[in-house]
């Protein structure tokens, strides 16, 4: 039986597998489909994120959602130093406090 991943997969794993001796199918994807994928690829790395059941997987976890957030924000050509300092503007809106809204 076939496995289908329909997935994005970090540039080295093609190499990885044909050199375990398996096949894999690989596509390029166009600007816009690539975005999509991304933005996919950030719920799935935030929700192993969020099951991550210790601090080391928490660590190898965010630096996945990094990776991504790092993709994106070069695939809209956004500048990193825009978003670090609009970051920054924000501190008065952080989560120190960890105020929950219940009601």
Known sequence: M???????????I????TKDGKTCQICSL???AYRK???????????ELRDAPSKEAMILEMADVLE?????Q?????????I????????MESL???SFWNM
């Open 2 to 12: 076939k496995i289908v991943y329909n997935k994005l997969v970090r540039d080295r």
């Open 14 to 17: 093609p190499e990885m597998i």
């Open 30 to 32: 166009d600007e816009t």
């Open 37 to 47: 994928t991304l933005k996919q690829k950030l719920l799935e790395e935030v929700n």
């Open 68 to 72: 991504v957030l790092e993709a994106l």
């Open 74 to 82: 070069k695939s809209y050509g956004l500048d990193l130093n825009e």
């Open 84 to 91: 670090l300092s609009t970051k920054r503007q924000n501190r």
């Open 96 to 98: 120190k406090r960890r």
